[in-house]
Nanobody, 116 residues
């Protein structure tokens, strides 16, 4: 029901930065949780960062201090600011939304590649 569209991925050198965007078809204030996941071949999908309706955030240990999730209610968009990127951050990043009623929605993903 809810459409999520990620953008902002690309090729970045180690130490660089990217900002991912997740545009939603509805008001993000109606979601219990917005989150970013990432997945690489041979590994389980990993929760990278999440922001809850009350404003609290949650980060994977591997990205704490480097990544920041934020939202712009007026634009119905969630962002993931990624700094100090390392090759280990290379993955397809997916936007995820859980509605107040428990509906789970996913975007198609955006590729992030960190390489010299």
């Amino acid at each position: 029901q809810v459409q999520l569209v990620e953008s902002g991925g690309g090729l970045v050198q180690p130490g660089g930065s990217l900002r991912l965007s997740c545009a939603t078809s509805g008001s993000i204030s109606n979601f219990y949780r917005m989150a970013w996941f990432r997945q690489t071949p041979g590994k389980q999908r990993e929760l990278v960062a999440a922001i809850f309706s009350g404003g609290s955030t949650n980060y994977a240990d591997s990205v704490k201090g480097r990544f920041a999730i934020s939202r712009d209610n007026a634009k119905n968009t969630v962002f993931l600011q990624m700094n100090s990127l390392a090759p280990e951050d290379t993955a397809v990043y997916y936007c995820n939304a859980i509605s107040m009623l428990g509906r789970d929605s996913w975007g198609q993903g955006t590729q992030v590649t960190v390489s010299s």
